[in-house]
Each structure stands twice: as structure tokens, then as C-alpha cells.
């Protein structure tokens, strides 16, 4: 069984930047896609990147601003945000699937989700 458990989320300015990282508790194929998605109040989960061996698909609204990178040693995901902006507020769940999805039905493993607000 795997567990997944991110952290690092917080309270930010707009502009400041944050790193969430996910880790995880029992084997997870090094073949597998580890994702990030994001859930605003009121609002449907959303897809913000995911990562295959060394290949990342960012959501447009993220890309150029959050890079999503795996340690390969310890299998350790993280999201770093920059440039975050009111609109990126959410709770923000890692992922893990057998296939690079934007779906959240394709992932198998979920964190509890870590909360990120960005407000002056």
C-alpha cells in the first residue's frame, strides 16, 4: 500500500514562492507518473503538472511559474511555485498513477493535500 503525504504548504504574499513536497510511504514504480492537481473552494480539482521519468507536463495556467521535479533516490515530489498570484490559491494534492494523465480518475494514490494561500 502506498501512502502519500505533502507538505510545505502556507500562508504568501502575491509574487513570493513556495516549495511543496510529497512524500511517500511504500514502493511506487519508478515507471509511474507522479502528478500534482489543485482544489479551489467551490471548485472541481484541477490538474496543474505531472512527471514521467524526466518528462513534465505543466498546466498552461502554471507553466513558466511552477516546476515539478522527482528525487530519484528517495522518489520525494515537489512542486516549486513562483510568481503565485491570489488565483493559485487551493489545496494542493500529490498524486501517483500508472500512466501520465490530466485526469485525476488515471491516479491510483492520493495525498491528504496541503493547503497554499496567497494573499497581501
Known amino acids: 500500500q502506498v501512502h502519500l503525504v505533502e507538505s510545505g504548504g502556507g500562508l504568501v504574499q502575491p509574487g513570493d514562492s513556495l516549495q511543496l513536497s510529497c512524500t511517500a510511504s511504500g514502493r511506487i514504480d519508478s515507471k509511474s507518473t507522479m502528478a500534482w492537481f489543485r482544489q479551489a473552494p467551490g471548485k472541481e480539482r484541477e490538474f496543474v503538472s505531472a512527471?514521467?521519468?524526466?518528462?513534465?507536463f505543466p498546466a498552461p495556467s502554471v507553466k513558466g511559474r511552477f516546476a515539478i521535479s522527482r528525487d530519484r533516490d528517495t522518489g520525494t515530489l515537489y512542486l516549486q511555485m513562483n510568481s503565485l498570484e491570489p488565483e493559485d490559491t487551493a489545496v494542493y494534492f500529490c498524486?501517483?498513477?500508472?500512466?501520465?494523465?490530466?485526469?485525476?480518475?488515471?491516479?491510483?494514490?492520493w495525498g491528504q493535500g496541503t493547503q497554499v494561500t496567497v494573499s497581501s
Open positions: 512527471i514521467s521519468w524526466t518528462i513534465t
Open positions: 498524486a501517483a498513477g500508472p500512466r501520465g494523465s490530466l485526469y485525476s480518475n488515471d491516479y491510483t494514490y
